[in-house]
């Protein structure tokens, strides 16, 4: 059973065109983060949000985290060819005041055609 | 300052063969994650060591093992291996266990298992 769920999986979209990346979860995460991935590099964190309801802003990508904090969406304004790559979120949970492991979501692939 | 430093970057080993791969971590972090990173199951988590102890497994044989050092580079170790350990291994460092504000990854090392 996945933890977090992304969607969609793939994405191709043109240049100049709007884009919203979703993970869901059943759990409630102390913190949500997201990353971009290029192929063959480890990923690199883009946000993290910690707050129910937080929206946090990184130029042209929008970053929510649920009110309940089991979910968030990245919404990409205006996409360019440069913004191709895949897009993992991954939830940080806390047990009993000790932090656990990250979970990743298997990501979406954004594809950016000129 | 430096990233997470991760070797070999490629390897290509024969069924049965064991493996070692390093990671240094930023310097002033003290906790290592790995993560094994294949196109079907996503990033799946391994192991964390937070001075120099394990404070998390993930679901993996125990043919897989990992150590961390005093200065905070760590190893992990492939023993017997198969042919579905072929992946993209990750590294990440923190400052704090968990990664509740985020990891820093290596660019990882591609294992190839033949």
């Known amino acids: 059973t996945q933890l977090l769920e992304q969607s969609p999986q793939f994405l191709s979209i043109q240049e100049g065109e709007n884009l919203t990346v979703y993970c869901n979860s059943s759990s409630v995460f102390s913190s949500l983060q997201w990353y971009r991935q290029e192929p063959g590099e480890g990923p690199v964190l883009l946000v993290t949000?910690?707050?129910?309801?937080e929206v946090k802003k990184l130029k042209r990508l929008t970053f929510q985290f649920g009110d309940a904090r089991k979910d968030s969406s990245l919404h990409i304004t205006a996409a360019q060819t440069g913004d191709t790559g895949l897009y993992l979120c991954?939830?940080?949970?806390?047990?009993?005041?000790?932090?656990?492991?990250?979970?990743f979501g298997k990501g979406t692939k954004l594809s950016v055609k000129p | 300052k430096a990233g997470v430093t991760q070797t070999p970057r490629y390897l290509i080993k024969t069924r049965g063969q064991q493996v070692t791969l390093s990671c240094s971590p930023i310097?002033?972090?003290?906790?290592v994650s790995w993560y094994q990173q294949t196109p079907g199951q996503g990033l799946q988590f391994l192991f964390e060591?937070?001075?120099?102890?394990?404070?998390n497994k993930g679901n993996f044989p125990g043919r897989f093992s990992g150590r961390q050092f005093s200065n905070s580079r760590s190893e992990m170790n492939v023993s017997t291996l198969e042919l579905g350990d072929s992946a993209l291994y990750l590294c990440?460092?923190?400052?704090?266990?968990?990664?509740?504000?985020?990891?820093?990854f290596g660019s990882g090392t591609r294992l190839t298992v033949v």
């Open positions: 310097s002033g972090h003290r906790s």
């Open positions: 949000v910690v707050t129910g309801g």
């Open positions: 991954a939830g940080a949970m806390n047990y009993g005041g000790s932090q656990g492991n990250l979970i």
């Open positions: 060591y937070f001075s120099e102890t394990q404070r």
């Open positions: 990440a460092s923190s400052f704090l266990p968990g990664a509740p504000i985020g990891y820093t």
